[in-house]
């Protein structure tokens, strides 16, 4: 099996399946798919007794689930199966689970013509619909059936991927389409990138990849992964007692017009408070002289900053005057470590003068657009960034020469080299002002302390979803947590991954 962390496109999944079905005699791999399935279904219900719903779709999804019911109807539960298909037309494996399935205590329902009328009840669904195989929008029977399941209030368990959604996008199929809402989805073969972006976590639940014991060289290098801790640990370095605020780099926090003075103090408080030895706050508008919750915090006016000396962080609150025009003309021309965020990266769609800057520039540079702001960088729409965040994150990173976080749910974070990561922590608590600040404050700490930037990419946005996360199950958000409590969240949890997975040698 590939790396847990691995995910795999349609097309990739496909080429596997293709070998293995060439090499196993027929329906192994359904019999597994349909066994792995059943294991996880018992896992999620209460008791022997339990009534549990399975819907089977018109191709080899169909047959997976078909198996996963004959197995619970015979482990002694009260299962109904709803065959959604023509029985004639279901492909070989599938109709063999269907005929092995005869013989068994299932209640096979074939083309119900109508949803019955009681919702309750039922302790489970199982969700057999369409797999990787999905090629449309789900309509007619197939559109109420996913209307009908998402008002149960039952656990909904997808098989493979959850009916409607695209596996490799999170995109749900179709303009006005629809998909079942599963809370949990156990996927066959290797874990899909639909399943972690976009739509992915809403809809896929809790994901439990099966891998039907393929053999794992059989599997091309993976199209993505998921970010994990493991992925930046060897940044993460204990620090030597003979040590001083040099020691840590300096962050530049460049923003602030008028009006938008807070924007840059949020980047600047969280820069401080993820380890960088000193942070300027630098103002397009005039800067306060001083911040009193956090004076640590040296103010300045942006123009007359040298930004040679340490990571930069540029864009938060900065607008896109002429005089932010040039201190970003500036920043780029010093050549530092670099994060560019919000109105950095609008005036750098603006203009093919700032953007052939940008691509010449060797420093560790993270780019962290949200989909508009990825949108206007590459010329598109929000919702043709927002149709395939993989090839989006992809794309900015290769033009730009940098490593490009894409803000949302599931965020993709990407280098030039076609490397791309999804991350996995975080939740609609963020969906807040100032937090993509807080976000970029961190990158640019890290910059500063010598994370590589794609490290320090992968390393900032999982502890800004991690430190939500922790706040939510404080009872902190999701409803009114503000980015500034994220900060404090996000100290604590860089001090406990450092002190877990820190070596003993010094840095320097
Ligand atoms: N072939 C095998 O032995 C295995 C298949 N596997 C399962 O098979 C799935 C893929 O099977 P398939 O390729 O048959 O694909 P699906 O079962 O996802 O469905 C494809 C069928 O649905 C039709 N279709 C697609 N979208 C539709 C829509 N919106 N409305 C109505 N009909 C639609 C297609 O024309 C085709 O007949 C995987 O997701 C996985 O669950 C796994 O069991 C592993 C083994
Ligand atoms: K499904």
Redesign the pocket.
């Known amino acids: 099996m590939p790396s847990q962390s691995a995910l795999y496109a349609i097309a990739d999944i496909r080429a596997v399946?293709q070998t293995c079905?060439a090499t196993l005699s027929e329906?192994t791999?359904?019999q597994r798919?349909?066994k792995a399935a059943a294991e996880c279904a018992l896992g999620l219900l209460p008791n022997a007794s339990s009534r549990v719903l399975a819907v089977a779709?018109?191709?080899?999804?169909?047959?997976?689930v078909i198996e996963a019911a004959r197995l619970l109807a015979e482990h002694g539960l009260d299962v109904t199966l709803w065959l959604c298909a023509d029985r004639s037309s279901l492909?070989a494996?599938?109709a063999r689970m269907l005929e092995n399935a005869r013989s068994s205590p299932l209640n096979i329902v074939e083309t119900p013509s109508a949803l019955p009328d009681n919702m309750e009840g039922w302790n489970l669904v199982i969700d057999?619909l369409?797999?990787?195989?999905?090629?449309?929008?789900?309509?007619g029977l197939?559109g109420t059936l996913a209307e009908w399941i998402n008002a149960l209030s039952c656990p909904v368990l997808a098989?493979?991927?959850p009916s409607g959604l695209d596996a490799d996008t999170g995109a749900i199929?179709g303009e006005d389409g629809i998909a079942i809402r599963a809370s949990h989805t156990i996927t066959?073969?290797a874990d899909k990138p639909g399943l972690h972006t976009l739509h992915g976590r809403d809809y896929a639940g809790h994901v439990h990849v099966a891998s039907?014991d393929i053999d794992t060289n059989l599997f091309p290098p993976a199209c993505a992964h998921l970010n994990s801790v493991s992925a930046f640990s060897a940044f993460l370095k204990k620090r030597p007692h003979n040590s001083h605020k040099g020691s840590f780099g300096d962050v530049i926090v460049a923003g602030g017009a008028p009006g938008m003075a807070g924007a840059p103090i949020l980047a600047a408080r969280a820069a401080a408070k993820c380890g960088a030895g000193r942070v300027y706050a630098a103002f397009i508008g005039d800067p306060p002289a001083y911040d009193s919750a956090q004076p640590e915090l040296m103010c300045r006016a942006a123009p007359s900053m040298d930004f040679s000396t340490g990571a930069v962080v540029a864009g938060p609150g900065m607008g896109t005057s002429r005089e932010a025009h040039d201190v970003l003309a500036a920043i780029l021309h010093a050549s530092s470590p670099l994060v560019l965020d919000a109105d950095a990266l609008n005036l750098i769609a603006a203009e093919p003068g700032l953007q052939a800057r940008l691509a010449e520039l060797t420093a560790p540079t993270v780019m962290t657009p949200h989909p508009l702001e990825a949108a206007r960088l590459l010329q598109s729409s929000t919702a043709d960034v927002q149709s395939d965040r993989l090839h989006s994150a992809r794309a900015l990173a290769q033009r730009f020469h940098a490593v490009v976080i894409l803000k949302g749910s599931g965020s993709v974070i990407a280098r030039p080299d076609g490397e791309a990561a999804i991350n996995t922590t975080g939740n609609p608590a963020l969906a807040t002002a100032g937090t993509g600040d807080v976000l970029a404050g961190i990158c640019g700490a890290l910059l500063a302390q010598g994370f590589p930037a794609w490290q320090a990419a992968l390393a900032a946005t999982w502890l800004h979803g991690h430190a939500a996360d922790t706040l939510v199950q404080q009872g902190i958000g999701p409803i009114g947590l503000t980015a500034s409590e994220l900060i404090p969240a996000v100290r604590t949890l860089l001090n406990q991954l450092t002190e877990a997975h820190a070596g003993n040698h010094i840095p320097h």
């Open positions: 399946e079905l329906g791999l359904m798919a349909g779709g018109p191709g080899n999804n169909g047959g997976d492909p494996d599938a057999g369409f797999g990787i195989g999905l090629t449309r929008p789900l309509k197939y098989l493979d991927v199929v066959f073969i039907l």
